[in-house]
């Protein structure tokens, strides 16, 4: 795959010969993430992150393997297998559920910064428009899992969340009410949904496996992106993968870890919500039913729609508003269509992403909170902006925007990066060699 | 196709304004009332217990004060579904104790008769979780003026505040303030309700369960209300999280392990990075 000086595996053992002529699964792993696959020498420290999220979709599946041995989808026995057996009888039946319930937040953390890094460096642009593609295909199957993972506990969070979300096909006319019952099994969520629910949780990570598979094969032809969006010219602007790009995500992933572990071992619920440690209830309705915090900015535009506009009403639209709002990221290579990949050198872009990241803050804040006038303002007004920014600023900037010089290639930039490390303050006015500076 | 893109968002874009502006005209034309559990409301009391932070282990000789409290006060009317007998060694008693204690519960456990199989009740084994006080909820709330009154395994988990949270509704009880009655005429609490402003709707069905000296403390302790408080919420924080000192000594070693792990990989990134301009 992709460069021509990729190192070719050249196996020495004779049994690893043996092997390799026979079934050369050692080559496809030495090409994939081994001393064969040429990465660009700058990457800087937002490019650890794809690998994290790699990372936690092992510990979520290998935790998650486990406690399905101990856990029970039945309706009367599901918040019972989790609350006393799994967290007072099984031997680290306690770790390995607050393993998994705060693996999921932290996939989810490293995912977002993994998305929002492609979003600054444009790495969604030719040739790399699949990769981005399948990665948000990812990230719609975790939203899907994590949604029904929430509800095996059946605690009342889990069991209002799932009538909340899947009330959401009920927003279509005609179709909708059948598809909700269809989906059910039911009028309401009940034993039929959670049997399902768990059956597709224990699928779909699999497939979201299969799917990391195509992600990373599309990006090898290509190869990785870099923080200058310059194309790889020769071999001066790579480095192999092994062993330098495997010792600096091997470092970065235990910081990682460490953090990960002070929250399951030190605050283990603090990213939950109380009330799922209350048992499912129909007939209780909670105070404030708000969704898993990595849910949070699309639950506020979904609950920011109140106007009935045209024959459609608030609840459609805030239904296809919330859907909208991730799939217009499938549309993105095409929206922006500014031919300088990395936001260091487009100082119009990168004063919108940031602005961007502050609306998704709010978004995500407000998704969180009890709704009060001033919270549903501002949600709305944070919705409108994520609209406006993707569907209009973007086309807009990337048209009119004059993009800085770009360096000639990478090794030059980072020839540059030690220049303008040494210049005095002020003079290292290129944003793109500042980053290469930090980096090191 | 830009176009059609432009077009979409700005349709999404004007349904979210025009909802932030039928939004905010309703609210200036039609202010939202307000309400006593807004204004009234108070957030949880400090309460410190010898669990609280990444050190925090259990102070047994409390929560075998608060289990006292709970057998012999709130068991009367609350369950605790998910908690054993047998767990009760990890608040510090031993085999025989457990066993006496488990044989002398007020409550038995629903069984059959063995030559008859008509339904019976026989004596709670250390392996049985403990009996709940009624038989089924609608019992419950039969024998409580309509109110259920809620299990308390994983009280200190399912409330927000959690331990505070529960030492503060066993203290606040209170007379109703003058002010509250004077701002909000209808907020008067209800007869066979009680106030409590720790509780989310200011009026809790729940009489006011302690009173000084209602339980005689085995370690000779005065029994206040605010000690039984105390004592009371740190066991059900135990009851709820029983493995809460394994996993603060569990984390103490993974935290070091990861520690070392990050400092030795960290190293080792810098020799092989050494001569590499990037």
Request: charged fraction near 15%; glycine fraction near 8%.
């Amino acid at each position: 795959m992709s460069f021509s000086w990729a190192r070719p595996y050249e196996p020495k053992h004779p049994v690893a010969r043996w092997i390799d002529e026979r079934l050369p699964l050692p080559r496809l792993v030495y090409g994939a993430i081994g001393g064969g696959y040429p990465v660009p020498r700058n990457l800087n420290y937002w490019w650890n992150f794809g690998v994290l999220a790699g990372i936690f979709l092992t510990i979520q599946i290998v935790t998650g393997i486990v406690l399905a041995m101990h856990y029970f989808a039945s309706i009367d026995g599901a918040f019972n297998s989790v609350n006393q057996l799994i967290m007072r009888d099984v031997s680290a039946g306690w770790l390995l559920r607050y393993a998994h319930m705060n693996g999921a937040s932290f996939f989810f953390i490293v995912t977002y910064i993994h998305i929002f890094r492609g979003l600054y460096y444009g790495s969604y642009k030719a040739p790399r428009e699949l990769v981005w593609m399948l990665g948000l295909v990812i990230y719609l199957l975790m939203m899907a899992t994590a949604f029904m993972g929430y509800v095996l506990p059946w605690g009342q969070m889990s069991y209002w969340g799932a009538q909340v979300i899947t009330g959401f096909f009920s927003a279509f006319p005609m179709v909708g009410e059948p598809l909700r019952i269809w989906i059910l099994g039911g009028y309401a969520p009940d034993q039929a949904a959670l049997t399902r629910f768990f059956s597709l949780h224990y699928l779909l990570p699999f497939v979201i496996a299969g799917v990391v598979v195509l992600h990373i094969w599309a990006l090898h032809i290509p190869g990785s992106s870099n923080p200058t969006g310059v194309d790889v010219k020769d071999e001066k602007d790579t480095l192999p993968f092994h062993p330098f790009y495997t010792a600096k995500d091997g470092w970065f992933a235990a910081a990682v870890l460490l953090v990960y572990a002070l929250v399951t071992y030190f605050a283990p619920n603090y990213l939950g919500h109380p009330d799922n440690y209350i048992p499912a209830n129909p007939l209780a309705t909670p105070a404030h039913i708000v969704p898993e915090w990595y849910f949070w900015p699309f639950y506020a535009i979904l609950r920011s729609c109140t106007f009935n506009l045209f024959w459609i009403d608030a609840k459609l639209w805030g239904v296809l508003a919330m859907f909208g709002s991730i799939l217009l990221l499938f549309f993105l290579p095409w929206i922006d269509r500014s031919p300088v990949r990395s936001g260091a050198y487009r100082p119009v872009f990168k004063r919108f992403f940031w602005l961007l990241v502050v609306d998704v803050v709010i978004l995500g804040y407000v998704g969180g909170a009890p709704i009060t006038p001033f919270n549903a303002a501002l949600g709305q007004l944070a919705a409108a902006y994520y609209f406006l920014h993707f569907l209009v600023i973007l086309p807009l900037v990337s048209a009119f925007e004059t993009p800085l010089p770009l360096p000639n290639s990478i090794s030059e930039s980072v020839l540059h990066g030690e220049a303008a490390e040494s210049a005095p303050a002020g003079q290292a006015s290129r944003p793109g060699s500042v980053a290469v500076a930090t980096a090191e | 196709m830009r176009w059609i893109l432009g077009l979409i968002g700005t349709v999404f874009a004007a349904v979210l304004l025009l909802s932030f502006l039928s939004g905010i005209t309703a609210y200036f034309q039609n202010p939202p009332a307000p309400l006593a559990s807004d204004e009234f409301h108070r957030e949880p009391k400090g309460l410190h217990l010898a669990s609280d932070g990444p050190f925090g282990k259990f102070d047994k000789q409390q929560l075998q004060r608060g289990f006292q409290v709970y057998k012999e006060v709130c068991s009367a009317c609350h369950s605790m579904k998910l908690v054993s007998f047998r767990d009760l060694k990890g608040i510090g008693y031993s085999d025989a104790e457990v066993k006496a204690i488990a044989n002398q519960w007020q409550t038995e456990v629903p069984s059959i008769n063995p030559d008859t199989g008509e339904p019976a009740t026989r004596k709670a084994l250390p392996s049985d979780t403990f009996p709940a006080p009624f038989a089924n909820d609608t019992a419950a709330r039969a024998g409580n003026n309509n109110a259920l009154p809620p299990d308390l395994s994983l009280i200190t988990k399912a409330r927000e505040g959690g331990a505070a949270y529960v030492y503060s509704l066993l203290t606040g009880f209170q007379n109703e303030p003058a002010e509250l009655l004077k701002k909000f005429p209808d907020a008067k609490t209800p007869t066979g309700l009680h106030y409590n402003p720790y509780f989310a709707n200011l009026n809790i069905a729940m009489p006011p369960p302690l009173t000084a000296n209602q339980v005689t403390y085995a370690d000779g302790t005065p029994a206040t209300v605010d000690q039984m408080a105390q004592d009371v919420s740190a066991f059900l924080m135990w009851a709820a999280e029983p493995k809460l000192g394994n996993r603060h000594r569990w984390g103490y070693v993974v935290i070091i392990y990861l520690l070392f792990a990050t400092g030795f990989a960290y190293a080792a990134y810098r020799n092989i990075w050494r001569n590499v301009k990037h």
